[in-house]
């Protein structure tokens, strides 16, 4: 059960505050879906268009007041939803809690992606029938961090220390949550302390390496196809497996993609030249996939990762790796930050700066590699 604050304005000036209780739906002899509501008006009133400092502080009072009985009303539903007694049941079973609370919550697709990978960690680390609330101390923290510094990823490397930091701090907002409902009556984490977050590493191709990798045959083209597109873009996995023909756009002799960040919601507009639209296959039906065929599975990554082995490429290469080639490619090129930053879809020019980095290690090593001169010894008179 979902529960939202909303308003109802009047026509003498006055807006209600009442609760809006989503109870689910029901379908009628058609099919036709019907809502499942009902309504708590909570004798609140506020005014519609506060007019001085007085009237919106009063309004600020008075929201603030029907959230926390928003907030009440969520944890009493909570409680119930797992018949929850007064005396502290913490016998509640972990991973039935964990999915009710991210189902509840709403996250975006990523957010909840992560979610639910550390999960799996979480049910590899323990048993998920037996595990209650009440099990989740200061030890079963302690042992879940250890289990991350021993595993593996897909890939057979050990975890980074970022994605480590990241799955301990979400089990923390479930633990989190479970204190604040009242559901166990001390929080371990009080005590923990999380990963140190570390700059990632950012894996790209060189030119070189791309030329030899996109010569190399792949038991998947679509897979090949996307990932030299994501190196000639910029553009995400999530953004390219969402691309449709209807948005890219030819203007005269250049062509140009019209979409909407997934990450971030924002629509951008990106130039791409011929070798990248190339690649593309626009479709008949302009609603139509440019990339059909392409999967959301970890065989993307093995299959890029096997495609790099077999050109010789060692690096730990993925599909987001396309999108670090993009970056550093243009910035080698000469293309300033800035651009880049655009190009990228970036909101600030932090997040682009890493890769400038990158342009500097490389120089340092350009320097590094001028051949040793063989020089003769000199003789220095002093100056007369």
């Given at each position: 059960?979902?529960?939202?604050?909303r308003?109802?304005?009047n026509?003498?000036g006055?807006?209600?505050?009442?609760?809006?209780?989503?109870?689910?739906?029901?379908?009628?002899?058609?099919g036709?879906?019907?809502?499942?509501?009902?309504?708590?008006?909570?004798?609140?009133w506020i005014y519609?268009?506060?007019?001085?400092k007085e009237?919106?502080?009063?309004?600020?009072e008075?929201i603030s007041?029907?959230g926390?009985?928003?907030?009440?009303?969520?944890v009493?539903?909570?409680?119930?939803?797992f018949?929850?007694?007064?005396?502290?049941r913490?016998?509640?079973?972990l991973?039935?809690?964990y999915?009710?609370?991210i189902?509840?919550?709403?996250?975006?697709?990523?957010t909840?992606?992560?979610y639910?990978?550390?999960?799996?960690?979480l049910?590899?680390?323990?048993?998920?029938?037996?595990?209650s609330?009440?099990?989740?101390?200061e030890?079963?923290?302690?042992?879940?961090?250890?289990?991350?510094?021993?595993?593996e990823?897909?890939?057979?490397i050990?975890?980074?220390?970022?994605?480590?930091?990241?799955?301990?701090?979400?089990?923390?907002?479930?633990?989190?949550?479970?204190?604040n409902s009242?559901?166990?009556?001390?929080?371990?984490?009080?005590?923990?302390?999380?990963?140190?977050?570390?700059?990632?590493?950012?894996?790209?191709?060189?030119?070189e390496?791309?030329?030899?990798?996109?010569?190399?045959?792949?038991?998947?083209?679509?897979i090949?196809?996307a990932?030299?597109?994501?190196?000639?873009?910029?553009?995400?996995?999530?953004?390219?497996y969402?691309?449709?023909?209807n948005?890219?756009?030819?203007r005269?002799?250049n062509?140009l993609i019209e979409?909407?960040q997934k990450?971030?919601?924002s629509?951008?507009?990106?130039?791409?030249?011929?070798?990248a639209y190339?690649l593309?296959?626009?479709?008949k039906?302009?609603d139509?996939?440019?990339?059909q065929?392409?999967?959301?599975?970890n065989t993307?990554?093995?299959t890029?990762?096997?495609l790099?082995?077999?050109?010789?490429?060692r690096?730990n290469?993925?599909?987001?790796?396309g999108?670090?080639?993009f970056?550093?490619?243009?910035?080698?090129a000469?293309t300033d930050?800035?651009?880049?930053?655009?190009?990228?879809?970036?909101?600030?020019?932090?997040?682009t700066?890493?890769?400038?980095?990158?342009?500097?290690?490389?120089?340092q090593?350009?320097v590094?590699n001028?051949p040793?001169l063989e020089?003769?010894?000199m003789?220095?008179?002093?100056?007369?």
């Amino acid at each position: 059960m979902k529960i939202h604050l909303r308003k109802k304005k009047n026509n003498n000036g006055r807006t209600s505050l009442f609760l809006e209780y989503y109870l689910g739906y029901s379908k009628d002899k058609t099919g036709k879906l019907k809502l499942k509501r009902k309504f708590e008006f909570l004798d609140i009133w506020i005014y519609s268009e506060p007019k001085n400092k007085e009237q919106r502080e009063y309004n600020k009072e008075l929201i603030s007041k029907a959230g926390l009985i928003l907030k009440k009303k969520e944890v009493e539903s909570l409680n119930n939803q797992f018949e929850f007694d007064t005396n502290f049941r913490q016998d509640i079973n972990l991973f039935n809690y964990y999915n009710k609370v991210i189902d509840k919550k709403g996250f975006r697709a990523g957010t909840y992606s992560n979610y639910k990978n550390c999960l799996n960690h979480l049910i590899a680390y323990c048993n998920p029938d037996t595990t209650s609330l009440k099990d989740i101390d200061e030890n079963f923290i302690l042992g879940f961090k250890n289990y991350l510094n021993k595993h593996e990823s897909v890939r057979g490397i050990p975890l980074h220390n970022n994605t480590k930091k990241n799955y301990v701090t979400l089990l923390k907002v479930i633990i989190n949550e479970a204190f604040n409902s009242g559901l166990i009556n001390k929080n371990p984490f009080l005590n923990i302390k999380n990963y140190s977050a570390q700059e990632s590493k950012k894996e790209y191709l060189t030119f070189e390496e791309l030329q030899r990798l996109s010569n190399t045959d792949c038991n998947h083209d679509i897979i090949k196809k996307a990932f030299l597109f994501s190196c000639l873009t910029g553009l995400r996995f999530s953004d390219i497996y969402n691309l449709k023909s209807n948005q890219v756009i030819k203007r005269g002799d250049n062509y140009l993609i019209e979409y909407r960040q997934k990450k971030t919601n924002s629509v951008e507009y990106l130039p791409i030249n011929k070798q990248a639209y190339d690649l593309l296959k626009i479709a008949k039906n302009q609603d139509d996939k440019a990339f059909q065929g392409l999967i959301k599975t970890n065989t993307v990554n093995f299959t890029i990762l096997k495609l790099c082995r077999q050109a010789g490429i060692r690096k730990n290469i993925t599909f987001h790796s396309g999108r670090h080639t993009f970056a550093v490619m243009q910035l080698t090129a000469g293309t300033d930050i800035y651009t880049v930053s655009k190009l990228l879809g970036h909101r600030n020019l932090t997040s682009t700066a890493i890769y400038a980095k990158i342009i500097d290690e490389k120089k340092q090593t350009a320097v590094n590699n001028i051949p040793k001169l063989e020089v003769k010894p000199m003789t220095t008179k002093p100056f007369e």
